[in-house]
């Protein structure tokens, strides 16, 4: 709806996992770096963590973009709440290999075969899991056990395991302490620094289509930093309702007021952010436990997520009845 108004293509801060509008900072290219590396040199197993919101999805999405050019067979394994007979089954299938057996023993010889051809013509076959802390450990055990698919000098699958820090606190468990020994490259995403947060929106609205015209006030840029202590999907948010609420009120470039008003309305308060930005060479520690000093919960923000659409499509009716006949039609898409 408000594309025109800003000259853009298309909508720069959608919540999607696009790979297009992955922002490579440097810890990033250092996490990517990681997971080629380590497929191209047969590791096994690989571990990818995060705080929620930091792109680990949009990571992984550009990873398996790069495998298929490099033809790569993927399965890429999003649903976390599968048991271990839905994981093979959803495994061969995405794989592509045929097997009318649904006895575990028989997929899994059928899947050592499969990747025995692949491994002899020179194929590298990759299995990628994402939202992995909520596996239970028995599924996580089946996924270890899948690394005995060698030969004497290496691994036939290589496994990408990704998830929150919740993951790292539960590869702690000594039930799963063969799975963490197994584990050959760590890699990690982490929040924005604030240069990083301007970068960032400016390579998004440069993919999106931006002209060079400002389309976020310095002050605006701060404020998005300020609320959402350089957390990527949280920058999306604000970014996304501001300019949806600038475009109601025939306002460019986007002023820091529209994005107090923004956090104001999903109950967005100041993070610490010297707790939520780390080094990027520095492990991102899991999230403190909710403090019970007021803070909102995820059901109240959740409430004012609804109210806040609500209200934003009331504005936006309004909106069409005033915004200025010239400005065309193109400015409601």
């Known amino acids: ?34 997971l080629t ?15 929620v919101g930091t792109g680990k999805t949009t990571l992984l999405n550009r990873l398996l973009d790069w495998l298929n050019e490099q033809g790569v067979a993927t399965a890429f394994v999003f649903n976390s709440q599968l048991d271990v007979s839905q994981l093979f089954d959803f495994m061969l299938a995405d794989f592509g290999i045929a097997c009318e057996s649904r006895v ?8 050592n075969q499969w990747l025995l051809e692949r491994y002899r013509s020179g194929r590298t076959t990759v299995l990628i899991v994402d939202e992995a ?35 790292e606190v539960k590869l702690q468990d000594p039930q799963l302490r063969q799975l ?45 930093f300020k609320y959402s202590g350089g957390i990527p999907r949280i920058t999306n948010l604000l970014c996304e309702h501001a300019l949806i609420n600038s475009f109601v009120d025939q306002v ?22 010297a707790k939520h930005h780390q080094s990027p060479n520095k492990a991102v520690a899991a999230p403190a436990a909710p403090a019970a000093d007021g803070t909102k919960s ?24 005033t915004v200025p006949t010239s400005a065309g039609k193109g400015n409601h898409e």
Not at 298 to 321: M, P, V, W
């Open 298 to 321: 995820q059901a109240q923000i959740a409430e004012a997520f609804i109210k806040t659409l609500s209200d934003l499509l009331e504005k936006l009716n309004q909106a069409q009845a």
């Open 37 to 51: 590396y380590g497929i191209q040199s047969r590791k096994g197993f690989i571990l990818l963590t995060g705080e």
């Open 104 to 111: 575990k023993s028989h997929q899994l010889m059928r899947l």
């Open 133 to 167: 802390q909520n596996l239970s450990s028995q599924v996580l055990e089946e996924i270890r056990l899948l690394t005995n698919l060698e030969t004497a000098r290496e691994k036939l699958l290589q496994i990408v395991l990704s998830g929150q820090p919740e993951l």
């Open 252 to 273: 460019k470039p986007v002023p820091a007021s529209i994005v107090q008003e923004v956090a104001k309305e999903f109950m967005l308060d100041p993070p610490d952010t």
């Open 1 to 34: 709806m408000y594309k025109n108004f800003f000259g853009l293509r298309d909508n720069p801060f959608n919540a999607n996992p696009d790979p297009r509008y992955l922002f490579l900072t440097q810890a990033t290219q250092e996490a990517l770096a990681g």
């Open 180 to 224: 963490r020994q197994r584990i050959t490259i760590r890699c990690k995403t982490g929040p924005l620094a604030v240069e990083e947060v301007d970068g960032y929106i400016a390579e998004r609205l440069r993919i999106a289509g931006a002209n060079g015209q400002p389309v976020f006030t310095k002050e605006a840029i701060k404020a998005i």
